[in-house]
């Protein structure tokens, strides 16, 4: 069994954003949801995370905050919705990995 990691998982919608983190914490590890940039750089320069999870649509806009993020974590992924475009070409035109909200609960990076 793997290790708990702490997740800073960014969502904009509160609903989705707690469906998410209880899938996270079924697998055991420790979600610490934060809604908006502001508050998830506050909780960055704070707390230590293992990695992030920024919703690409964020109010202020997702691949800004991912941005804003990587100084303080070693892994930030961008989460999206199933509709949108092929993850490598999100890849490409973002510059960070993409995560697909439906499988956030099994991250391992």
């Keep these: 069994m793997r290790p708990a990691r702490a997740i800073l998982l960014v969502e904009s919608d509160a609903g989705c954003g707690q469906a998410l983190a209880r899938l996270v914490r079924r697998s055991g590890d420790r979600v610490r949801l934060v809604r908006t940039p502001g508050a998830?750089?506050?909780?960055?320069?704070?707390?230590?995370?293992?990695?992030?999870?920024?919703?690409?649509?964020?109010?202020?806009?997702?691949?800004?905050?991912?941005?804003?993020?990587?100084?303080?974590?070693?892994?930030?992924?961008?989460?999206?919705?199933?509709?949108?475009l092929t993850d490598e070409l999100l890849e490409a035109a973002i510059g960070f990995p993409v995560l697909r909200k439906r499988d956030l609960p099994n991250l391992v990076p």
């Design 40 to 84: 998830a750089v506050a909780a960055a320069q704070r707390e230590s995370f293992d990695l992030a999870v920024v919703d690409l649509f964020v109010k202020g806009g997702g691949v800004d905050l991912a941005r804003r993020l990587t100084p303080h974590l070693k892994h930030v992924y961008l989460s999206v919705g199933p509709k949108l």
